[in-house]
């Protein structure tokens, strides 16, 4: 079960991180090609502002896992560990919350464009460029979900 969890783990961090590398060399190819070759292309723009998204998308599960989303903890220093274990606990089931609604809804999304028939400007089908939420809600959902269920005395 470990080997299996260290596998997801990996493929977490390199899916996520190669989205935004390949996002982040399209715009560098684009600047490129725009400013010292003289070309333009429609596409790059588009291409890349989807990888970015995914990337960070799927990301948002890996900063969950490794406890890396913003917060504010002035006041939160203040407690002890057991009440900070209940602010935690009762911070993450929000977070779930929100994730639940972003999964639903996300799933609803990608269901009208795919019953709509869209495109983008580049040509992809617009399901497939917003299945990105549901996924991302989910996995999100899973680190919070196990968040919850293992938090320990922080003292």
């Known amino acids: 079960m470990k080997r299996l969890n260290n596998l997801f783990i ?6 996520s991180g190669g989205f935004i590398i390949v996002g982040l060399t ?25 990888f970015i998204i995914w990337g960070v998308l799927l990301g948002s599960a890996v900063a969950i896992r490794d ?25 993450n089931i929000f977070v779930l919350l929100f994730l639940v609604f972003m999964v639903i809804y996300g799933a609803i999304l990608v ?26 809600g989910f996995f999100m959902a899973i680190r919070t979900l196990g968040k919850i269920i293992g938090y320990k005395n922080l003292d």
């Open 111 to 136: 269901k009208d464009k795919y019953l709509t028939g869209e495109y983008s400007n580049i040509g992809i089908q617009l399901f497939i460029v917003y299945a990105i939420l549901p996924l991302s």
């Open 67 to 91: 406890n890396q989303h913003i917060k504010v903890d002035v006041v939160y220093q203040v407690f002890s560990g057991t009440i900070k274990n209940m602010i935690n606990i009762l911070s």
């Open 26 to 50: 399209i715009l560098f190819l684009q600047v490129i090609m725009r400013y010292f070759l003289g070309l333009s292309t429609t596409w790059q723009d588009e291409a890349a502002r989807y």
């Open 10 to 15: 990996k493929l977490e961090d390199y899916i």
